[in-house]
């Protein structure tokens, strides 16, 4: 059993981040996008029904797996169109994390780096065994009906893993998928995102 991950995926509080020569006109790009806007509404969609947000996880280090939890530092990308955001230009917004870009064509970039913890079951580990190990993220507030996931790849990112930090773990592969998921409680479908990596213990 793998314990997962969950991660709700929703609207964020933003404020704008500018150099100081730059702030007059990023203020009033700022007024002017923020006005009226609900943060916890769910954005509207470009064809006005499902809201399509793109999901990718990059892989920074192997931290440890200590007592079956294996500790990640990780970033979480996740990209989506904000019809209500469009603008003549591309700004940078703050959030508390990570710096929020939004295109002038409405499209939403957000990267937070995110220290992950996740269950991996596994025996008396000797050396050249290997094991796998899952992260999930599900939006639990809205269906497929009005939020879809959908994959930026079919692996995770790795072009700036350290492969020296933790010299008992080393990563044999990983891959991704959306499933479409009905639960008891409810007649709608769900979608998640499921990230399965396999490492190898180097004792």
């Known amino acids: 059993m793998n314990y997962k991950v969950l991660a709700v995926l929703s609207c964020i509080g933003i404020a704008v981040c500018s150099?100081?020569?730059?702030?007059k006109n990023r203020h009033h790009l700022r007024d002017d996008l923020m006005?009226?806007?609900e943060k916890d509404v769910i954005p509207d969609s470009v064809d006005g029904h499902v809201v399509n947000v793109s999901v990718g996880v990059s892989l920074l280090r192997?931290?440890?797996?200590?007592?079956?939890?294996?500790?990640l530092d990780t970033y979480i990308s996740m990209g989506w169109e904000a019809d209500n955001l469009k603008a003549g230009r591309t700004v940078f917004i703050k959030t508390e994390e990570a710096n929020v870009i939004i295109n002038s064509?409405?499209?939403v970039i957000w990267m937070p780096p995110m220290k992950t913890k996740?269950?991996?079951?596994h025996g008396e580990l000797q050396n050249?065994?290997?094991i796998e190990c899952h992260l999930t993220?599900?939006?639990?507030?809205?269906s497929t009906s009005t939020l879809d996931l959908k994959l930026e790849a079919d692996v995770m990112g790795t072009s700036s893993f350290d492969v020296d930090f933790n010299p008992h773990w080393k990563l044999v592969s990983t891959h991704a998928d959306i499933?479409?998921?009905?639960?008891?409680?409810?007649?709608?479908?769900?979608?998640?995102?499921?990230?399965t990596l396999r490492l190898r213990y180097v004792a």
Do not use: M, R
């Open 19 to 23: 150099k100081p020569e730059t702030y």
């Open 35 to 37: 006005y009226k806007y």
């Open 62 to 71: 192997i931290i440890d797996v200590d007592n079956q939890i294996l500790t």
């Open 105 to 107: 064509n409405g499209h």
């Open 118 to 121: 996740t269950f991996c079951s």
């Open 128 to 130: 050249g065994d290997e």
């Open 137 to 142: 993220f599900v939006s639990w507030t809205h």
């Open 179 to 195: 499933e479409h998921k009905v639960y008891s409680c409810c007649p709608e479908s769900y979608a998640q995102a499921s990230f």
